[in-house]
Nanobody
Framework: QVQLVESGGGAVQAGGSLRLSCAAS????????LAWFRQTPGKEREFVAA????????YVTESASGRFIISTDNAKNTLYLQMNNLKPEDTAVYYC??????????????????WGIGTLVTVSS
């Protein structure tokens, strides 16, 4: 069973960049489908990006397309989310997640089996 710990959140002005990291332990991340979700108070957890099939397929939500990049470093057993040109509406707690099965499409949060505790991203205008 994999354990996930996010880092890299913080406060940034609109137009800035952040890189979130998700360090995995207990198993190799290449054994899992991996994704980032985000959540704001009172709203359901929202899909942001996913990387599946050992990195051969990636998905990014439309609102982040062209700005966010998901990647992995298998040597470091770490998942990343590079976020560029951040907007105030990107403000949320960001969670990394892993699933025992790869998904041929954007996964829903229900499909993920393991979660980190989240890291807060705040974008000011």
């Amino acid at each position: 069973q994999v354990q996930l710990v996010e880092s890299g959140g913080g406060a940034v002005q609109a137009g800035g960049s952040l890189r979130l990291s998700c360090a995995a332990s207990g198993d190799t991340i290449s054994n899992y489908g991996l994704a980032w979700f985000r959540q704001t108070p009172g709203k359901e957890r929202e899909f942001v990006a996913a990387i599946m099939f050992e990195g051969s397929r990636t998905y990014v939500t439309e609102s982040a397309s062209g700005r966010f990049i998901i990647s992995t470093d298998n040597a470091k057993n770490t998942l990343y989310l590079q976020m560029n040109n951040l907007k105030p509406e990107d403000t949320a707690v960001y969670y990394c997640a892993a699933s025992d099965s790869d998904s041929p499409r954007e996964p829903t949060w229900h499909a993920m089996d393991y979660w980190g505790i989240g890291t807060l991203v705040t974008v000011s205008s």
